[in-house]
């Protein structure tokens, strides 16, 4: 990570946060030992999201690949537990 990449970082965080409000993106997540990115994004297909990673301040640093997820399951995709008074 040299200093032109850091200084492409808020610019980055900005567009990936307007991804995140619009629910294109789902989960951002992102590893300080291996550096590796996890999106997690609603599309339509994988034109659609190599769209939206490209337009990104630090796509032209990216090594990726797109995979279709068949099934997506966690605590945040349950409904809340009832609480009953």
């Known amino acids: 990570m040299d ?3 850091m200084a492409l970082i808020p610019k980055h965080r900005e ?8 629910n294109a993106i789902d989960q951002y997540v ?4 291996s550096q590796k990115i996890w999106i997690t994004v ?3 297909n994988k034109k ?5 990673l ?3 301040p630090i796509y032209k640093y990216w090594k990726f690949e797109i995979e279709e997820l068949v099934v997506v399951d966690g605590q945040l995709h349950r ?4 609480q009953l008074n």
């Not at 992102?30 to 030992?33: I, L």
């Not at 659609?48 to 939206?52: D, E, G, H, I, R």
């Not at 409904?79 to 009832?82: I, Q, S, T, Y």
């Open 79 to 82: 409904l809340p537990a009832v």
């Open 42 to 44: 609603s599309a339509e």
């Open 30 to 33: 992102v590893t300080m030992e």
């Open 48 to 52: 659609q999201v190599k769209k939206y």
């Open 3 to 5: 200093d032109d990449f």
């Open 54 to 56: 490209s337009g990104s």
């Open 15 to 22: 567009y990936i946060n307007s991804l995140i409000e619009s």
